[in-house]
């Protein structure tokens, strides 16, 4: 079967996937077709990289064709040395890192002196992330021109993520772009990950969210309509957040496989996964728990539909994170601060509370005697839209809208009957646009807050 076929190792280290390939007259051919996006994102097919989009060798290459033709005489046969003994390396590629090295790193130069080399192959520069030092304390001290002991002391204290890789050939194509490991700004701790999967779709289309959180309490929450975008939420995570050393998850496709293991490695993050069917080992697990809890609680006291549900976990992650809880590994801090070594400032979510009554700047087309405020409901901020003071705000026709001019309702404006005749419109619109409010029934016990008998 192999003789006529694709062969290439599976992605997830399984074994090799072979694809027989069939004939058309002389023309070899495979047959394929096209998968649904479901299929698609849902990782159920083993994948093959055939195009990889840094590649290590160059099309237009002449080296395979010096190869062949330092490999055998004119006859055809195979070149032999003096004393009868073939040694023939078919090709080696060397790459040097950007600094001196005064042992055998460059293993090239040190092969070609030892045996017969039929050709010495150079690839394209890339940059990589690694653990490793490129440029050590003698090249260090050279290049910034500072003694020796201070800069033996300075490559051990500091690390050298983007290092960059110049074969010793020209370079033929530009260096990839590819920065997450420097331009990202890094964790100390380690962080979990895992996928809260909702019973009902938002108002937003999601359907699931994509948590990420650490062992003491610090969580975040991101939206997705379908679990294949949980690399899309890691993306915002390691933007807005920073680069743990190491992420934590469960067994997935979705979060082993595919662009979310690659992302992690391109921004130098170990990833690691927890046993089988063990899933006390993933710290997110209980963070999901206590952010379903809170938000539930939440929505089942303001009256809200329960289609919002993803703008209420995402504001209580928000809440959870500062919040001082009584935990031992935080040592007296929020999470916030312990993750981030500084304050946190909650003045965009302690300023209102969720779902509330408020009133927003509307639009400046109004004219006299109209007001440019109009009735709405407060959903917590938003994420990079405006300035760090905007908001989600409902309006009655089920429409969700950023916002920055946003107040209180005025006592005055509380008890007023017209107003209160607005506020009664409100929720019959929006009954009928989102439906009617939550109730206990809507969610599962394991998400409701326990009730204790004195």
């Known amino acids: 079967m192999k003789t006529h076929a694709i062969c290439a190792p599976a992605d997830d280290g399984s ?3 072979i694809l ?3 004939l058309k007259q002389v023309t070899s051919y495979l047959s394929v077709y096209k998968p649904a996006e479901e299929e698609w994102e849902s990782h159920e097919q083993p994948r093959i990289e055939l195009t990889s989009e840094h590649l290590l060798w160059d099309p237009a290459t002449t080296y395979y064709q010096e190869q062949e033709e330092r490999m055998v005489e004119i006859r055809g046969d195979v070149v032999r040395d003096d004393a009868g003994t073939t040694m023939v390396v078919n090709s080696l590629t060397s790459e040097t890192p950007s600094a001196d090295f005064t042992h055998d790193y460059n293993f090239g130069s040190v092969l ?19 653990q490793k030092k490129a440029v050590d304390a003698s090249t260090l001290s050279r290049r910034w021109m500072i003694p020796y002991e201070r800069a033996n002391k ?13 074969s010793r050939g020209n370079i033929t194509r530009r260096f990839p772009t590819n920065d997450r490991m420097l331009r990202y700004p890094r964790l100390p701790h380690t962080v979990f990950t895992d996928t809260l999967l909702a019973g009902e779709k938002s108002s937003r289309g999601n359907s699931c969210s994509q948590m990420f959180g650490t062992s003491y309490g610090f969580t975040r929450a991101y939206g997705m309509r379908t679990k294949g975008q949980a ?39 170990h990833q690691s996964q927890i046993e089988p069917h063990s899933p006390w ?7 999901i728990r206590e952010a379903k809890r809170g938000s539930s609680r939440k929505m089942l006291a303001r009256g809200s539909p329960k289609c919002l549900w993803d703008y209420s976990i995402e504001l209580e992650c928000l809440i959870r994170s500062s919040t001082a809880h009584d935990l031992y590994d935080l040592d007296g801090q929020i999470p916030h601060s312990k993750l981030f070594g500084e304050p946190a400032d909650i003045s965009a979510i302690s300023e209102f509370a969720w779902y509330d009554w408020v009133m927003f700047y509307d639009s400046p087309d109004h004219t006299f005697p109209e007001s440019k405020f109009e009735l709405g409901r407060w959903l917590g901020p938003v994420r990079d839209v405006g300035s760090a003071l905007t908001f989600h705000i409902l309006k009655s026709n ?20 017209v ?34 008998d004195y």
């Open 20 to 22: 027989p390939l069939a």
């Open 154 to 166: 300075t490559v051990k204290l500091t690390t050298q993520r983007g290092i960059r890789h110049v």
């Open 281 to 287: 080992m993933n710290a997110c697990e209980s963070q």
């Open 398 to 417: 089920g429409e969700v809208i950023p916002r920055s001019t946003v107040r209180h309702l005025y006592q005055s404006e509380k008890t007023d009957a």
């Open 231 to 269: 690399h899309e939420a890691l993306s915002v995570f390691l933007k807005n957040e920073g680069v743990p050393p190491v992420m934590v998850m469960d067994g997935s496709k979705e979060q082993t496989l595919g662009p979310f293991s690659k992302k992690l490695k391109e921004a130098c993050c």
């Open 112 to 130: 070609e002196s030892k045996v017969r080399v039929s050709s010495v192959g150079s690839g394209p520069g890339r940059v990589e992330s690694s």
């Open 419 to 452: 107003m209160q005749q607005r506020m009664k419109d409100f929720v019959a619109n929006i009954d009928e646009k989102l439906g009617v409010a939550a109730v206990e029934s809507d969610f599962p016990s394991d998400a409701l807050t326990p009730v204790y």
């Open 15 to 17: 074994g090799e996937v």
